[in-house]
Every structure is written in structure tokens, then in C-alpha cells.
Nanobody, 116 residues
Framework: QVQLVESGGGLVQPGGSLRLSCAASRSIFGIADVGWYRQAPGKQRELVATFSSGGSTVYADSVKGRFTISRDNAKNTVYLQMNSLKPEDTAVYYC??????????WGQGTQVTVSS
């Protein structure tokens, strides 16, 4: 059983930056596929970025060139660096980890609001 806790969300102006963190209660990121998802009001939850255990990354078209996913296995933490934020990035952001083909863990979410 692994718990994920997101942090780093908040209110930022358009064009600003935030870095989200996702901390795991156990050392699983070295073997897990991890990702960030987001859900805006009235919208479905959507993929933002993923980072596989093998080191490959995938980004949604809407965030390519602006967001960067990274991981620090020693700290059991996954990050999402968000630059050039836009109002349409406003959402609750969730961290996810999958491993051993049977495990799938979600964080509680952290609110990101981009507004002037």
C-alpha cells in the first residue's frame, strides 16, 4: 500500500510558474510508471505528463514545451515544473503511480489556479 501526497499548487498569474511535488510513502518510483493528471471543473480528468520506469516521458500536446516531469527516486518524489502558465491550465492536479501490473495509486490532488 502506497500513499501519494501532492503539494505546490496555488494561485499564479498567467505566464507564471509553479512546481508541483508528489511524495510517496514508500520507495516505489524506481519501479513505477508515474504521471500527472488534471481535472478542471466540468471536465474529465486528463493526462498531463507521464514518466515511465524506463525513463521515457510523454506530454499532452497542450503542455508540450511548457511543462516538465521529473523524478528523484532517492527522495521518493515526482515533480511537475509548470512554466508559462495559462488560464486553461487551471485544474486540480493529481499524481499517479502504477507498478507490478497490479498496483495503481492516486494522490488527493492539489489545486492550481491561473488567473489575473
Amino acid at each position: 500500500q502506497v500513499q501519494l501526497v501532492e503539494s505546490g499548487g496555488g494561485l499564479v498569474q498567467p505566464g507564471g510558474s509553479l512546481r508541483l511535488s508528489c511524495a510517496a510513502s514508500r520507495s516505489i518510483f524506481g519501479i513505477a510508471d508515474v504521471g500527472w493528471y488534471r481535472q478542471a471543473p466540468g471536465k474529465q480528468r486528463e493526462l498531463v505528463a507521464t514518466f515511465s520506469s524506463g525513463g521515457s516521458t510523454v506530454y499532452a500536446d497542450s503542455v508540450k514545451g511548457r511543462f516538465t516531469i521529473s523524478r528523484d527516486n532517492a527522495k521518493n518524489t515526482v515533480y511537475l515544473q509548470m512554466n508559462s502558465l495559462k488560464p486553461e491550465d487551471t485544474a486540480v492536479y493529481y499524481c499517479n503511480a502504477k507498478w507490478a501490473r497490479l498496483y495503481n495509486s492516486w494522490g488527493q490532488g492539489t489545486q492550481v489556479t491561473v488567473s489575473s
